[in-house]
C-alpha cells in the first residue's frame, strides 16, 4: 500500500461523497466510486472510466483503492485454503477459505494476534500485536482469489471481534449496505468470547448472526480456559442473549471445543442444557486441535457424539462440525502469524 495514501476499501458510501466533495467533485462521485469498489472490485483508480481523467488524478494524489493481494497460500487435501495477507501496518493475518458443496465460507481474522489469551488457542500465543483497520479485515474478502464464489463470512479468524468493534461494525456495515456488497446479515457471523458493553452494542447495531464462545458452562472451569470469564462471565452473555429475538432470521450459535476428562462429562451437558433454557439457540461441538505446551486433549468421536446426542435429546440443537484444514494449520484455533512477525519473513 503505497504511503501516506487512504485505501478507499471500507469506506462507507457518506465517507466516499466527502472524500469526492472535499476535491471539488459532485457528491454523485462517491456513489460511482462505491460502484466500481463493491461491485467491479477494481484494483486502481484509473479503472473508474466514468469518472474524468482529471477527477482520476485528484482522487489517486490523495488515495489509492487499498486492494492488497495475498502473499502466499497453503491448500489443505480437504480444499481448505488458508491465505496470508499483509496488513497495512507491515504485519501479516491468516484467512481461511472453505469450500463445502455448494456453500463456500471465508473465515477472516480482526486483529493481529489476541489479548484475551485462551488456553487452547495459538493465536492467544501469539500475544496483541495490534487492531487489523476495516480496510484490513475488508481485504481479506475483496482481494481474496475466490471471492465471487463465496456465500458466508465468519468473523472467527485471530483476534476478538469485540475488542476491535468500530472497524469490524464499518465492514458489515459494507457488506450488508446497498451501496456495497449487498449481502444479507444471515451470510455474515460474528464471534466472541463475550466483552462487556461491546457485546450488546454489536447485538444493537448489526443484525448478522452471532457465536459465543463458550467451552464451559461452569464459570470456574471457563476462567481456567478463557480469562475473558473474569470480565463477562457465560451467565452474564446468556442473560444478555435473552434481551433478544433469535426467533426469526438473526441466529444465536455457541461453541464448544470438547477436550477429553476436562469438559465432556454428562455433567457438563445438563449444565448446557440449563444455562440456555429458554434460549433460540444452537450448540456446535468443536474437536480439540493440540498445540504446544498445552495439557489438553481432544476427546473421542464416541464421547462428542453422546455429548451431541444428551443436548439434542433435551431440547438443545447441536451439531459436530466438520474439522477442515488441520493439515495447513488451518483449523479451528490454530491460526497465527507469530513467526512472521518476529522474523520478518513474507514466506
Not at 299 to 305: H, N, Q, T, Y
Request: charged letters at 25%; glycine letters at 8%.
Amino acid at each position: 500500500m503505497a504511503e501516506n495514501k487512504t485505501p478507499l476499501v471500507a469506506m462507507t458510501l457518506d465517507e466516499l461523497k466527502n472524500a469526492a466533495k472535499e476535491l471539488g467533485m459532485p457528491a454523485f462521485t462517491g456513489a460511482q466510486m462505491a460502484k466500481w469498489l463493491y461491485g467491479k472490485g477494481v484494483r486502481d483508480i484509473d479503472e473508474m472510466t466514468n469518472l474524468s481523467k482529471a477527477n482520476r488524478e485528484k482522487l489517486k494524489a490523495r488515495y489509492e483503492v487499498g486492494g492488497m493481494d495475498p502473499i502466499d497460500c497453503q491448500k489443505s487435501v480437504d480444499g481448505t485454503i488458508k491465505y496470508l495477507f499483509p496488513t497495512a501496518s507491515g504485519k501479516f493475518v491468516e484467512t481461511v477459505y472453505i469450500p463445502d458443496g455448494d456453500r463456500a465460507t471465508l473465515c477472516v481474522s480482526s486483529q493481529v494476534g489476541c489479548k484475551m489469551n485462551c488456553l487452547f488457542c495459538q493465536t492467544g500465543k501469539q500475544g496483541f500485536e495490534g487492531n487489523l483497520t476495516a480496510a484490513d479485515i475488508l481485504n481479506q474478502i475483496y482481494s481474496l482469489p475466490e471471492r465471487e464464489k463465496l456465500t458466508n463470512v465468519v468473523f472467527m479468524g485471530q483476534g476478538e471481534p469485540m475488542d476491535n468493534l468500530d472497524n469490524v461494525l464499518r465492514v458489515t456495515q459494507v457488506l450488508t449496505a446497498d451501496y456495497g456488497f449487498a449481502w444479507s446479515p444471515k451470510r455474515i457471523t460474528v464471534s466472541s468470547v463475550g466483552v462487556k458493553n461491546k457485546l450488546k452494542r454489536f447485538l444493537d447495531e448489526s443484525d448478522c448472526h452471532v457465536a459465543i464462545s463458550m467451552h464451559s458452562p461452569i464459570p470456574e472451569q471457563r476462567a481456567m480456559l478463557m480469562p475473558a470469564e473474569k470480565g463477562m462471565s457465560i451467565k452474564d452473555v446468556v442473560a444478555l442473549m435473552h434481551q433478544y429475538d433469535f426467533t426469526h432470521q438473526r441466529r444465536l450459535s455457541f461453541e464448544y471445543i470438547v477436550f477429553g476428562g476436562l469438559n465432556d462429562s454428562m455433567l457438563h451437558a445438563r449444565e448446557i442444557v440449563k444455562l440456555v433454557e429458554g434460549l433460540e439457540c444452537r450448540v456446535n461441538l468443536i474437536r480439540f486441535h493440540q498445540i504446544p505446551n498445552v495439557d489438553l486433549h481432544g476427546a473421542s468421536d464416541e464421547k462428542m457424539a453422546s455429548f451431541r446426542d444428551y443436548l439434542t435429546k433435551h431440547g438443545v440443537f447441536t451439531t459436530i462440525r466438520a474439522s477442515r484444514g488441520q493439515d495447513i494449520w488451518a483449523a479451528c484455533g490454530l491460526l497465527s502469524t507469530k513467526r512472521m512477525q518476529e522474523s520478518g519473513e513474507e514466506k
